[in-house]
């Protein structure tokens, strides 16, 4: 089974940053094929994309996070990073890490089990 173990959670001032991690146990050649994102999930609503990116290194965002967060990929390490600037109070939520293999597996892909991203004074 394909394992997500995702880190870098944790509780922020308002304006401050985190960086999540996002570490995928599949080989280095299929890594590299593998579209990635993460989404996040906060009380009372539902499950949102946040961003994500392609193998070929293409990204999307939603407009609530645009400018302040970047996905990025180390297929060295087989690793997807969200860097989250500016935070806000209203990202606060559970973010989760997706991968999605082209053409197999899952219909939604694979996902980790959360971290936790509190912001607040």
């Known amino acids: 089974q394909v394992q997500l173990d995702e880190s870098g959670g944790g509780l922020v001032q308002p304006g401050g940053s985190l960086r999540l991690s996002c570490a995928v146990s599949v080989s280095g050649s299929l890594f590299r094929v593998y579209a990635l994102g993460w989404y996040r999930q906060a009380p009372g609503k539902q499950r949102e994309l946040v961003a994500n990116?392609?193998?070929?290194?293409?990204?999307n965002y939603p407009d609530s996070v645009q400018g302040r967060f970047t996905i990025s990929r180390d297929n060295a390490k087989n690793t997807v990073y969200l860097q989250m600037n500016s935070l806000k109070p209203e990202d606060t939520a559970v973010y989760y890490c997706?991968?999605?293999?082209?053409?197999?597996?899952?219909?939604?892909?694979?996902w980790g089990q959360g971290t936790q991203v509190t912001v607040s004074s």
């Open positions: 997706n991968a999605k293999p082209p053409g197999w597996g899952p219909p939604l892909g694979y």
């Open positions: 990116i392609t193998r070929g290194n293409n990204t």
